[in-house]
C-alpha cells in the first residue's frame, strides 16, 4: 500500500483518538519526567500566568520542574495566582516563588520587579514576557482605540521586558555566582505574526512586531550575552482559545481543530512551555534573534486538506 493510501485509510475518527491520547500523555510530562537542573540558579520572570489552561501557568511549573532559583510571577488578573504560587512551593519545594498583579504593559512594574530581582536574589537570568490578549473583530469594527491597546499590551509589554530586563541581565555580583552579563528574554508572539489568516489585523500586526523586537533587539546588546527569541504559537488550547475547543465538542467536530497543519492535530500549553525551557536554558546558548514557530508545521506548509494530495 503508498504511503497515500495509508493515511487516506486512518479515519478522522481514529486520527482524533490517536490525538487526545498523545495531548494526554504530553499533559503529563511533569507527573511522569524526573526532575531536571537546566534552569538551577536561574531567576526569571514570567507573565501572563494567571490562566488556568495557558502557556504562562505551564511555563512557571516547567521553570519550577528544572530547578529555577526563583520564579517572578505576574498577571493583571489575581484570581489564579495565590493557587499557583502554593501548587509550586508544594510540589517544588526549593524553588521560590514570588508573584504580582500587575499590567505588563506598564513600565513601572515591570522595571520595579526586575529591581526586586536584582535587590533579592542579585541577579536576573531569564524573562519569558508571555502576556497578551487577542481580538477578534473584522477591520470594519476595530477602533483606533482597540488597535492601541492590542498593541500596548502584545508589543510594548515585550519592549519593555526587553529593555529593562536587558539592563538587570548585565549587572553582575559574583556573591551570587553573577560573573558575567547574560541572560535569556522570550517574547510570546504568534504565528498570526508571520503570516496571514490567524487572527484579526491589530493582533497580527501587535505580534509580527514582536518578532521584529526580537529580531532587531540582538544588534542593539551585542556582545552583552543576551539572548532575544520570540515563540510563535500555533493554535494551542488554553484560556485564549478555549471557546473555539468547547464550541466544536459540542457540535461533534473536534477531530477537525488542527487538521490544517501537517501534524494534523491542536497543541496544548506545555508543549510551548517546552520551547520556552529550550530558550530560557543554556541549552539554546547560540540560539539568538530568531522568530522560533511552535506550530505543527503549519507556517511551513500550505495547508494541508486532508486526504487530498498536491
Ligand atoms: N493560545 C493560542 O493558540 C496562542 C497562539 C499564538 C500565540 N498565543 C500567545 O500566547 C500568549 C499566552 O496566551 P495563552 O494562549 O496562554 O492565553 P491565556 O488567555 O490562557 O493566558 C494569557 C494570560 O495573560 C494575562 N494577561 C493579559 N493581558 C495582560 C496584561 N496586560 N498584563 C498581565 N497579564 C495579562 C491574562 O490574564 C492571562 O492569564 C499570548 O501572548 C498569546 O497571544 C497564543
Same mark, same amino acid.
Given at each position: 500500500m503508498s504511503g497515500y493510501a495509508k493515511v487516506k485509510g486512518i479515519s478522522n475518527a481514529d486520527h482524533y483518538a490517536t490525538t487526545t491520547a498523545r495531548i494526554q500523555q504530553i499533559q503529563s510530562q511533569l507527573e511522569t519526567k524526573p526532575r531536571g537542573g537546566k534552569l538551577r540558579n536561574k531567576v526569571c520572570v514570567v507573565t501572563g500566568v494567571g490562566s488556568l489552561l495557558g502557556i504562562g501557568r505551564a511555563s512557571a511549573l516547567t521553570f519550577a520542574h528544572e530547578g529555577a532559583k526563583h520564579l517572578y510571577l505576574l498577571d493583571y /488578573?489575581?484570581?489564579n495566582l495565590p493557587e499557583l504560587k502554593s501548587t509550586i512551593e508544594k510540589k517544588y519545594p526549593d524553588v521560590k516563588v514570588t508573584t504580582l498583579q500587575a499590567d505588563a504593559a506598564d513600565e513601572k512594574a515591570i522595571a520595579g520587579i526586575c529591581e526586586q530581582a536584582l535587590r533579592e536574589e542579585g541577579r536576573l537570568d531569564v $524573562? $519569558?514576557?508571555n502576556a497578551g490578549v487577542a481580538t477578534r473583530e473584522h477591520l470594519d469594527d476595530v477602533s483606533p482605540e482597540t488597535f492601541m491597546n492590542t498593541m500596548r499590551v502584545n508589543t510594548l509589554s515585550c519592549f519593555l521586558a526587553v529593555k529593562h530586563a536587558s539592563a538587570a541581565m548585565q549587572k553582575t555580583d559574583s556573591s551570587r555566582g553573577k560573573n558575567e552579563s547574560g541572560g535569556s528574554i522570550i517574547l510570546t508572539a504568534s504565528t498570526a505574526g508571520l503570516l496571514s489568516g490567524a487572527g484579526s489585523i491589530d493582533y497580527s500586526a501587535s505580534k509580527a512586531a514582536v518578532n521584529s523586537i526580537a529580531k532587531t533587539s540582538p544588534y542593539q546588546l551585542q556582545r552583552t550575552n543576551i539572548r532575544i527569541n520570540s515563540l510563535c504559537p500555533g493554535l494551542i488550547e488554553t484560556g485564549m482559545t478555549n471557546f473555539t475547543f468547547e464550541y466544536a465538542r459540542q457540535k461533534g467536530s473536534a477531530g477537525k481543530i488542527g487538521q490544517l497543519n501537517p501534524l494534523g492535530r491542536y497543541g496544548v500549553a506545555q508543549e510551548i512551555a517546552n520551547a520556552a525551557l529550550f530558550l530560557a +536554558? /543554556? /541549552? +539554546?546558548?547560540?540560539?539568538?534573534g530568531q522568530n522560533f514557530a511552535v506550530d505543527g508545521g503549519l507556517t511551513a506548509s500550505m495547508p494541508v486538506v486532508p486526504g487530498r494530495w498536491a
Open positions: /488578573d489575581p484570581t $524573562f $519569558f514576557a +536554558s /543554556d /541549552d +539554546s546558548s547560540y540560539v539568538n
